[in-house]
């Protein structure tokens, strides 16, 4: 390839780390510039599918992720304050063996540490942390990248790509693309940790959990590396309410008759934090050699706990074109032929089930008979095509 490629990736966040690594196994350079002062992933937990962990194992990680993960043995469904599941999906060893990868929990945090340790072995992986702001122009084929960084230094350079793994609210996709903000879904999540014994009694902790009533829905599994349990509380809430919700600490949800989510409320204290749900739909996902990934490039909502799993596979699939193609362009022109049907129908899916987690009655007689009737293993019949995809490209087609 003669004189080594130079790819520049905003953000440090789970996309663009996993895509420095993969890139960097090319031989090519990277430099990550990220505006936080360190790595810094918000929220708490999240699910890696087998689709996902497939291209993490890849990179080397299986090991790591094994360490700081945990592989629930099912997913108890409990709509409308049932005391008993009205269905458990099976997850565990007969996931692992379907799918050839297991299905597994995990804190952000940690899995953003086995990323960032990894890319600190690379030489060729530089990680910029504290940058202000940042330009982008086309040069010769290639880009020409201006960013000022802690302290106030200045920084320029040139490289072969720049990609914008920045998130949901990407300044790439804004900016330098000048592409559309993104869309406030109508939901908020109220994210907190608490320790094992505050649920005691009350679920499953070898297994997920989800809760639905009407207009909310709550997901709940362990951490046991942390010693904790993530609870995901995802509620309807107008825009015009969204600057009262981000100052309170509680979500202020009423739980009616369904007294095992009102005793877990109550328990779990004022200890939540909101995430405002955004979603991003844009035609444009590059122009020249410049391009965007994850979040930036489809943010959906986390219904089928897929957002982080799309930025994985985007970053497996995108790092052998950016390294071999014979320029950007092509690459990202080959990368958006072989991602936008997918990640659409995915980001389809995600919203379609956030509509039924939320459903009311009577629309909950139809949707709890068809939970019961496909039976522990029916989600693998419908979620095949999701769960056992293998991020694979041909660089040179």
Do not use: C
């Not at 965007?292 to 982080?308: E, K, R, S, T, V």
């Amino acid at each position: 390839m003669g004189t080594q490629r130079t790819v520049y990736i905003a953000g440090a966040g789970i996309a663009g780390l996993t895509l420095a690594l993969a890139l960097a196994k090319f031989g090519t350079r990277v430099v990550v510039i990220e505006r936080n002062a360190q790595i810094a992933e918000f929220g708490a937990g999240l699910q890696i599918s087998p689709n996902a962990r497939h291209a993490l194992d890849a990179l080397g990680l299986t090991d790591a992720l094994s360490e700081k993960s945990f592989e629930p043995e099912g997913i108890d469904i409990y709509p409308d304050g049932r005391t008993e599941p009205l269905q458990t999906l099976t997850l565990g060893k007969i996931a692992t063996a379907r799918y050839g990868a297991p299905y597994v929990v995990m804190h952000r945090a940690d899995l953003a540490e086995v990323l960032a340790a990894a890319a600190r072995r690379f030489a060729n992986i530089e990680i910029v942390f504290g940058v202000e702001n940042f330009a982008v122009t086309q040069k010769d084929k290639g880009v020409a990248v201006t960013f000022t960084e802690a302290g106030s230094i200045d920084r320029k350079g040139t490289g072969f790509a720049f990609v914008g793994a920045d998130g949901v609210n990407s300044a790439t996709r804004t900016n330098v693309l000048g592409g559309p903000a993104a869309v406030y879904s109508g939901k908020i999540a109220w994210r907190t940790l608490v320790p094992p014994a505050a649920l005691s009694g009350l679920l499953d902790l070898g297994r997920t959990s989800i809760l639905m009533g009407a207009h909310h829905h709550l997901v709940v599994y362990p951490l046991p590396h942390r010693d904790a349990v993530n609870l995901a509380l995802f509620t309807d809430a107008r825009e015009r309410d969204l600057d009262a919700a981000m100052l309170r600490q509680t979500p202020g949800l009423k739980a009616g008759p369904d007294r095992r989510l009102a005793t877990i409320l109550e328990r779990a204290g004022e200890t939540w934090t909101p995430w405002v749900l955004s979603t991003v739909r844009t035609p444009l996902w590059h122009e020249g050699p410049v391009g965007i990934i994850g979040d930036a490039a489809h943010a959906m909502l986390p219904f089928q706990a897929q957002g982080a799993a799309m930025g994985i596979e985007d970053a497996a699939i995108l790092a052998p074109l950016l390294a071999s193609s014979p320029d950007a362009g092509h690459a990202f022109t080959r990368f958006l032929a072989l991602r936008r049907e997918r990640v659409d129908k995915v980001q389809a899916l995600s919203a379609a089930n956030g509509r039924i987690f939320h459903m009311r009655w009577p629309a909950t007689l139809a949707r709890n008979a068809v939970i019961r009737a496909q039976g522990p293993l029916g989600h693998f019949r419908r979620l095949d095509w999701l769960y056992g995809y293998r991020t694979h490209t041909d660089p040179k087609s």
